[in-house]
């Protein structure tokens, strides 16, 4: 797949202890964009921060660790993202999906990758 140019990046942010069925929730989520054919979904796990209830969440010492945050992001064309929002709706996200503009200016995968 090519991908360069004007292109769309979703972002979903999630608590790392989020599920869906059983599994993390950021799991469901790349699961799905895969089967959608997207061009890829990495998730960053967070080592901080704090969202709507203003409870900071952090990993340093003496602080719990739980409900740390999570960002799914997914860079495709304009057309794939927005088709691919719906398959999100049924997953009763509690947290932040953000849709920018961005430029792509190099995707290329690795010779042989998925054979």
């Known amino acids: 797949m090519r991908l ?3 292109a769309l990046c979703l972002t979903i942010f999630v608590d790392d202890s989020d599920t869906w069925h059983h599994r993390p929730l950021f799991t469901e989520i790349v699961h799905r964009a895969h089967q959608a054919g997207l061009a890829g979904a990495t998730v960053f796990r967070g080592v901080e921060g704090f969202g709507s209830g ?3 969440h952090t990993t340093r010492l003496l ?5 740390l945050p999570a960002a799914i992001v997914i860079v495709d064309e304009e057309e794939r993202i927005r088709s691919f929002i719906p398959e999100l ?9 953000t849709v920018h503009e961005v430029e792509v200016v190099h ?7 998925g054979t």
Request: proline share 0%; net charge negative.
């Open 4 to 6: 360069s140019g004007r």
């Open 63 to 67: 602080s719990l660790a739980d409900d």
């Open 89 to 97: 709706a049924d997953l009763s996200i509690e947290g932040l999906v």
């Open 54 to 56: 203003s409870i900071v």
């Open 107 to 113: 995707y290329r995968g690795r010779e042989g990758a």
